[in-house]
T-cell receptor, first 110, second 116 residues
Framework: GEDVEQSLFLSVREGDSSVINCTYT??????LYWYKQEPGAGLQLLTY?????DMKQDQRLTVLLNKKDKHLSLRIADTQTGDSAIYFC??????????FGSGTRLSIRP | SAVISQKPSRDICQRGTSLTIQCQVD?????MFWYRQQPGQSLTLIAT?????????ESGFVIDKFPISRPNLTFSTLTVSNMSPEDSSIYLC?????????????FGPGTRLTVL
């Protein structure tokens, strides 16, 4: 079945760019998602990308998709303290369900 | 988009009892799912709630332990049966409102369950 993997932690300096990486195994995944979860809060859908796209930009967020390598990344420009959260990558698999990665905890250094 | 509410928001239960969690969506949706998020962990899909038929369970989850109902296109319940402390988790309902599978998926606020 589908497997989605991410690194567990990322630490960046305030004002720098953050890049969170994700890999998935199901080459037929049609949609790929990024969710944000702040402490004690629910899941917030940040953005998603169709598999026929290479890039999607939305304000400070840029999603890059390398379908050949099954690699997805989320870039947050000008990272702020409010960006501290866990970021989950997820993929819509050919089995009609969405599988989540382990989440990357982003921490911001002053 | 879809707005999803869950009841209860949290509960503390005794070992051996059962709890039913309700999920209400503000519009008709094609697909509804139940996830579990254990402390400090990612989301694990429990099952897909199918309208008018039995839910489709993921490996490691069974109907006797997690019976699910979905009587219509806006409502679903998940029961956690014969609870043990290992069932302490956040349980999340989600839906895909679009008719195109894989489009935006929205989540409810979750039900935080503690089993003593």
């Amino acid at each position: 079945g589908e497997d989605v993997e991410q690194s567990l932690f990322l630490s960046v300096r305030e004002g720098d760019s953050s890049v969170i990486n994700c890999t998935y195994t199901d080459s037929s995944s049609t949609y790929l998602y990024w969710y944000k979860q702040e402490p004690g809060a629910g899941l917030q859908l940040l953005t998603y990308i169709f598999s026929n796209m290479d890039m999607k930009q939305d304000q400070r967020l840029t999603v890059l998709l390398n379908k050949k390598d099954k690699h997805l990344s989320l870039r947050i420009a000008d990272t702020q303290t409010g960006d501290s959260a866990i970021y989950f990558c997820a993929a819509y698999s050919s089995a009609s369900k969405i599988i989540f990665g382990s989440g990357t905890r982003l921490s911001i250094r002053p | 988009s879809a707005v999803i509410s869950q009841k209860p928001s949290r509960d503390i239960c005794q070992r051996g009892t059962s709890l039913t969690i309700q999920c209400q969506v503000d519009s008709q949706v094609t697909m509804m799912f139940w996830y579990r998020q254990q402390p400090g962990q990612s989301l694990t899909l429990i099952a897909t709630a199918n309208q008018g038929s039995e839910a489709t369970y993921e490996s490691g989850f069974v109907i006797d332990k997690f019976p699910i109902s979905r009587p219509n296109l806006t409502f679903s319940t998940l029961t956690v049966s014969n609870m043990s402390p290992e069932d302490s988790s956040i349980y999340l309902c989600s839906s895909i409102p679009g008719t195109s599978p894989g489009s935006e998926q929205f989540f409810g606020p979750g039900t935080r369950l503690t089993v003593l």
